[in-house]
């Protein structure tokens, strides 16, 4: 229980400065979504879907004219990456099928990213705290967003979609890429989404890039 | 029913599934040693291709160089000084895309 709680509260700590760029995005979010979606449904996905790129890539769809088969499988194809990220965290997960299946709900790419502990184990209390911290300010965000928009405007004038790619780029240079097969794998993954960005449905290139990891299979090398 | 509240309730229920489908169906069987070494660099491909994808393309998928592309560049230069400088670097992205913007 001690480990649970530390693990928990070191998640936490890690997860605080970037909810920031979660309020500023989830306002974003709410800005754009109240003209396409009304008032309440935008505060309700961001509560109990709580991913950002299926949002706002299903809300690009509705915008557009785009019915709700659509839209829904846009978001579908965007979260195709917590497949594998789930299959990844399943043998650090406790207890019954169900806790098991509770304990990924919390699954976010950044708590995800950071609760590698190495050799295929994840810190799951981590990972809970790091959302803990977001969660809030990702749905009290959009409510900000939804209810304040007229008076915001257009959020990418104020550079709010260049934050996560460089919050990304900093995880990345960090612990996730000790190694040189970690940085042969970073290279391969964005070839692959770059190639396969302007031909496919949106997702599917982050999904297929998960493919890059098999380079571990490679035999030789420098091992780390 | 609107488009926007069935949209709501279909990912609700799709991302629940896709989350969760991992552990419920593996539970915590001891993972083989090749499987737990592609895990290893799972982190590292999904991160770039997250950069990539969100940095140089547009909504419709081209590949482009905007504000964005300089934003990154900004954070790459405060991790150069200070790899932990994290919410320094992400601040710096924001307001250089904004400059960008705002200029171009």
């Known amino acids: ?224 | 029913m609107t488009a926007a509240w069935v949209t709501v309730f279909g990912l609700w229920a799709t991302v629940v599934v896709t989350k969760g489908i991992g552990p419920v169906a593996l539970g915590n069987r001891e993972l083989p040693r090749p499987l737990t070494k592609v895990i290893d660099l799972l982190a590292p491909a999904i991160l770039a291709a997250l950069i990539a994808v969100g940095t140089f393309t547009n909504a419709d998928g081209d590949l482009v160089i905007d504000a964005r592309a300089a934003g990154l560049a900004a954070a790459a230069a405060v991790y150069a000084v200070s790899r932990k400088s994290i919410v320094l670097a992400i601040g710096a992205a924001a307001v250089t895309a904004a400059l960008v913007r705002a200029i171009a």
């Open chain 1, 1 to 224: 229980m001690d480990e649970t709680e530390g693990g928990l509260r070191q998640g936490m700590r890690a997860g605080a400065p970037i909810s920031l760029a979660s309020l500023l995005l989830g306002i974003s979010f709410g800005v754009l979504a109240e003209p396409v979606m009304g008032t309440a449904a935008p505060i309700v996905m961001s509560a109990i879907v709580f991913a950002g790129s299926a949002q706002f890539g299903a809300l690009a769809v509705l915008a557009a004219g785009g019915g709700a088969g659509a839209a829904i499988a846009a978001g579908v194809l965007l979260n195709m990456r917590y497949l594998p990220m789930g299959i990844s965290i399943a043998a650090s997960t406790e207890g019954g099928w169900f806790r098991r299946g509770l304990a990924a709900q919390p699954l976010i790419d950044a708590g995800w990213a950071m609760s590698y502990r190495g050799d295929g184990r994840y810190d799951i209390p981590y990972m809970w705290g790091f959302t803990a911290v977001n969660y809030p300010m990702w749905v009290g965000g959009t409510a900000l967003g939804v209810l304040t928009g007229d008076m915001i405007g257009d959020p990418d004038r104020l550079g709010l979609d260049a934050l996560f790619p460089a919050f990304f780029l900093g995880l990345l240079m960090g612990e996730a890429t000790e190694g040189r097969r970690g940085w042969v794998a970073a290279l391969l993954g964005a070839t692959i989404a770059l190639t396969l960005a302007p031909v496919t449905p949106a997702g599917v290139p982050v999904m297929t890039a998960c493919l890059a990891a098999l380079v571990a299979l490679v035999p030789g090398g420098d091992d780390s």
